[in-house]
């Protein structure tokens, strides 16, 4: 059944011109405004995706400060690219960025392509990427629609269905699509974004000083809470894993997680996510089996940390291990009894690395690195 809106919903002209005007007096200073390339565009919003601004921001502007420019960026390795954004998180959209740089440098000459159909080809980039790009940084008038604006459309013009669904998601398409129609499209598109950050957010919006209170179609109606109308969540899954620091001398023990293993690349510790389910729970017996050799389990765990990916709710249970003598001699690389890659390294050296968000919460607090 197509999504239909309801009679009595405001011009798209009026709401474009009171959304501009409100954004011109309320916007963000943010670094990726003050210059929007493509390049620093695209780097800001891969990293907005599911984290927060006041998150992002330091870590942007010490990416470009790492990684000034396409080329910088298609030079790296891909293990210096993650060991930069370390701590963001969802790092597949880290190795999508880096492949995608490497594709304009090698098929659009170092620009990004002005095209709809040029840029989707780009790993990484899906439409609202692509359409933030376009007109932001090139003043294309390209729509986009994410969370933000699918929230500030569905209540200014009424929109039902679930938001999941295709025919819904074609009305909110339809509805950016015209809100760019005049003015500059990379302005109208960040107002609609700032206002479902700032002002109409999920839970408590701030009707009263919200620039569309009177077009609000849901205000209008009192059914601000009811919309827009969001998909059943997946159920979460708790997971329990036990995780070994493991100590030789000074040094901590890292392993490195392969390719078919969530988040594939990253530094860890043993038995964090061994294996392909995520879901499964697992003990220290099982972590010390990754290892090819002894190691001798402290009594007592030193506490636990906890941790959230998608849908799973993960506690890590944090013990203690030492290393024999022997194990491995000097050298500071190894293999495991599965074929990932091991490394002995300095706490503090770890820290450097492409480190999982959960080592590095537990080697800042038992890594001792005084």
């Known amino acids: 059944m197509e999504t239909q809106l309801p009679e009595t919903t405001p011009r798209m002209t009026d709401v474009r011109r009171a959304l501009v005007r409100w954004y011109r007096t309320h916007a963000r200073d943010l670094p990726w405004r003050r210059d929007p390339s493509p ?3 695209w780097v800001s919003e891969i990293m907005l995706q599911q984290t927060r601004v006041e998150t992002v921001v330091p870590y942007f502007q010490r990416f470009l400060g790492r990684f000034p ?61 692509a359409g933030a790009i376009r007109s932001i940084a090139l003043g294309i008038r390209a729509p986009l629609v994410d969370g933000n604006v699918e929230r500030v459309l569905s209540r200014v013009f009424g929109v039902r269905g679930d938001v999941s669904k295709a025919a819904t998601r074609k009305v909110f398409w339809e509805l950016a699509r015209q809100a760019v129609e005049r003015g500059e499209p990379g302005e109208v598109n960040q ?32 059914c601000v809470g009811q919309l827009p109308q969001l998909p059943s969540k997946r159920a979460t899954v708790p997971v329990h894993r036990t ?33 392909p389910d995520g879901d499964r729970s697992t003990g220290a017996d099982d972590a010390a089996a990754l290892l090819p050799f002894a190691v001798d389990i402290e009594g007592e765990p030193l506490g636990s940390v906890k941790h959230a990916i998608t849908y799973r709710r993960i506690t890590l249970d944090v013990r203690g291990a030492r290393a024999a003598r022997a ?44």
Do not use: N
């Open 39 to 41: 390049y620093r565009v």
């Open 69 to 129: 420019d396409y080329r910088s960026l298609a030079r790296a390795t891909e293990e210096e690219v993650l060991e930069a954004w370390s701590g963001l998180g969802y790092y597949r959209r880290a190795r999508a960025l880096h492949q995608g740089v490497r594709a304009v440098l090698e098929v659009h000459g170092g620009e990004f392509p002005s095209g709809e159909r040029e840029a989707l080809a780009l790993p990484g980039i899906g439409p609202y990427t």
């Open 191 to 222: 107002s609609l974004m700032e206002l479902g950050a700032l002002v109409c957010k999920p839970a408590a919006p701030e009707c009263a000083s919200c620039p569309l209170a009177r077009r609000c179609y849901a205000l209008r109606h009192d």
């Open 243 to 275: 995780v070994l620091l493991v100590r030789r001398g000074r040094d901590v023990l890292l392993r490195r997680r392969p390719a078919e293993e969530l988040l594939p690349g990253m530094w860890d510790l043993p038995g964090a996510f061994a294996g």
């Open 327 to 370: 194990a491995g001699g000097r050298r500071r690389r190894a293999v495991g009894t599965d074929g990932a890659e091991l490394l002995w390294c300095a706490p503090a050296d770890a820290l450097e690395r492409a480190l999982s968000s959960p080592a590095r919460r537990i080697l800042r607090r038992w890594g001792d690195l005084t």
